[in-house]
């Protein structure tokens, strides 16, 4: 039997449980997955443990993502993110991989949204990172930002065609842009919104990030605009989707990790 997992501090909120162990369900496979919840300054000795227990594959959660980097072979998007989600430790050192980007990517590219043009990043955070640098390295123009002007700024200058902005500057960006991603928490379990809804259009693809609630402000007010909505959930699957392909080279049975998924949500 293949055990798999999760490292993090708090875990008990997570939904990968489930859903990976469905897709293990689903093809047949012979495979575990269980969470672990080292001390909060514990995240490279806790993939090194796990390692020596004979685990095949790990997910990584807050606060770890970038602790383990001491304790793995980053992968080179997930260096140039600074952070890992997804650990294979098929390889010595194991790899470390950021999945969170192709998350986001393949999230929009289900629902038709075309990875063209300029798109705009709402936070500078860890999720910020991931997903500018992932729809950068697509090609698209990336305008990021943030609540603090200097933080957008300092990831511009590390991804590529991209520029930095405040807050206040949302309207015209979002005005002229293609895809929209929300990166930050505003809205989670509020009704609350980070952009201003007069300047969302129907010309534009919206992810927010933001998965309790499913449906939320932001997205409320951009499918009023008529634009094409794709809420935070579908980026959680595809991370998951992308690390179990990863590990166990298998194509994952998204239908069904999708449905347990939104069963628990």
């Known amino acids: 039997m293949d055990v798999y997992g999760l490292i993090g501090n708090p875990v008990g909120h997570s939904l990968s449980p489930p859903m990976h162990e469905a897709a293990y369900e689903e093809l047949g496979i012979d495979a575990r997955y269980v969470t672990f919840e080292p001390p909060a300054d514990a995240g490279a000795t806790g993939v090194e443990s796990a390692a020596t227990l004979g685990v095949s594959g790990l997910n990584v959660t807050i606060p770890f993502k970038q602790d383990v980097l001491d304790a793995v072979e980053p992968a080179p998007l997930a260096e140039r993110i600074g952070a890992v989600n997804t650990v294979d430790f098929a390889t010595d050192p194991p790899t470390g991989y950021n999945t969170d980007a192709v998350g986001a990517t393949r999230a929009l590219r289900d629902h038709d949204v075309a990875l063209e043009g300029t798109a705009v990043v709402v936070g500078a955070g860890g999720a910020g990172r991931a997903v500018a640098f992932g729809l950068a390295d697509e090609g698209m123009t990336v305008d990021i930002a943030n609540r603090t002007e200097a933080k957008a700024h300092d990831l511009a200058e590390e991804v590529p065609d ?43 693809g919206v992810l927010d990030a933001v998965y309790d609630p499913i449906e939320t402000r932001l997205l409320r007010d951009a499918a009023e605009a008529g634009a094409t909505t794709v809420d935070g959930a579908w980026m959680l699957l595809y991370q998951g989707v992308e690390a179990f392909e990863r590990w166990t080279g298998e194509d994952a049975p998204v239908e069904k990790m999708n449905r347990v998924l939104r069963e628990r949500l």
């Open 162 to 204: 991209a520029t930095g902005h405040g807050l206040d500057a949302l309207d015209e960006l979002v005005a002229a842009a293609d895809v929209l991603v929300n990166c930050t928490s505003v809205g989670m379990k509020a009704d609350r919104s980070p952009v201003p809804a007069e300047a969302l259009h129907a010309d534009l």
